[in-house]
């Protein structure tokens, strides 16, 4: 069984930074892309960053330049370094894993998905 879960949220003044974790088990996790969403309230669940099972990765233009995603395969963990955080990034984020190696940008791509971690960027 997959289970991913994610660590590192919390509440952060607006210019700091956040590094958000997401520990997987229960897959060839080095064969699989994974990607970071967010879901603020009263919105729908966004795209942030994805990554694919040799590192190439892919950005949001909302958080380009600010945030980094990374993985560690022999950690088998996900990461996300939020730099340079607004208030417009307070959402929910996700990690969520997919059966292929690449990524995509699709929420409905992915098929595991973790429980979420709160962050929240004050003004």
């Known amino acids: 069984q997959v289970q991913l879960v994610e660590s590192g949220g919390g509440l952060v003044q607006a210019g700091g930074s956040l590094r958000l974790s997401c520990a997987a088990s229960g897959r060839t996790f080095s064969r699989c892309a994974m990607g970071w969403f967010r879901q603020a309230p009263g919105k729908e669940r966004e795209f942030v960053a994805a990554?694919?099972?040799?590192?190439?990765?892919t950005y949001a233009d909302s958080v380009k330049g600010r945030f980094t995603i990374s993985r560690d395969n022999a950690k088998i963990t996900l990461y996300l370094q939020m730099n340079s955080l607004k208030p417009e990034d307070t959402a929910i984020y996700y990690c969520a894993t997919r059966s292929g190696s690449y990524y995509t940008i699709r929420s409905e791509d992915y098929d595991y998905w973790g429980q979420g971690t709160q962050v929240t960027v004050s003004s």
């Open positions: 990554i694919n099972w040799s590192g190439g990765s």
